[in-house]
């Protein structure tokens, strides 16, 4: 059966790397809510206005408003052999819109938590540049890209997100917390949820999440190999 991957954890936590690793090894699409927002951000609408408000500030978006915006985005083609979820559901009511998604479109669904130590994520997010072609993640500090301010993919110019200040990290950090944790105790209950340890080398992160969604699937990693894994229902 197909499925959806659900990677939770707090910002700076490496979802968006980690999703990308995913993507490849699973040949799924991501859906990144937080990449879908600012894009209806940059919209000169109400809806725009708002949006670019709440994310500037750090606050969560209306339920509503995520509503229509994931309920559009999975029913695209793409996503009927399933999805990585980066960043949805962030709430209980999202969680359940989820559910009921998952279940006409026949997905399974898996909840990854990436586990990070609050202060490094302080030191991530600060130093966090992202490419505005392609989404690529640097840090000015332990990633910094080849040419300063250029992506080393594909030369688009890096940039530091609204919400990547000192203000607006310390509460999306603290919302988060507020909103997940029973969130988390939700998947827990119904055994989805796997956490795994989200420090060090990226590549080991992601052999630590395929294998927690796939158990031994890390070592086939690359080139949707996993795929068939999935496909049997073995995810
Ligand atoms: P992210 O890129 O996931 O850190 O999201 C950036 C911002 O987009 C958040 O701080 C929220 O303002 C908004 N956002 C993204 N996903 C959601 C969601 N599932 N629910 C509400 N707001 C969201």
């Known amino acids: 059966m197909p499925s959806i991957i659900v990677l939770m954890g707090p910002q700076g936590a490496g979802k968006g790397t980690q999703a990308k690793r995913l993507a490849e090894s699973f040949c799924l699409p991501i859906v990144a809510t937080g990449d879908m927002l600012r894009d209806v951000a940059r919209e000169e609408t109400d809806l725009g206005r708002l949006v670019r408000a709440n994310q500037a500030a750090g606050q969560l978006v209306s ?35 989820l559910e009921s998604i998952a279940l006409d479109q026949g997905h399974r669904i898996s909840v990854v938590k990436v ?95 395929a294998d927690a969604v796939s158990p031994g699937s890390s070592t086939v990693i690359g080139g949707c190999t996993a795929q068939a894994k999935l496909e049997d229902g073995r995810l």
């Open 63 to 97: 339920d509503e408003i995520l509503a229509g915006v994931i309920s559009e985005r999975t029913s695209k083609q793409d996503c009927l052999g399933g999805y990585i979820l980066d960043g949805f559901p962030r709430t209980i009511t999202q969680a359940t819109l």
């Open 115 to 209: 586990d990070v130590p609050t202060e490094l994520l302080h030191q991530r997010l600060a130093g966090r540049l992202t490419c505005a072609k392609c989404g690529a993640i640097y840090n000015v500090n332990s990633k910094p890209s080849l040419r300063e301010g250029v992506c080393d993919l594909d030369g688009g110019l890096l940039y530091t997100r609204s919400d990547d200040n000192e203000t607006a990290i310390a509460h999306r950090l603290a919302l988060y917390e507020e909103n997940t944790k029973p969130l988390l105790e939700y998947y827990a209950r119904s055994s989805r949820l796997r956490t795994v340890d989200g420090t060090g080398a990226p590549e080991d992160v992601a052999a630590r999440i």
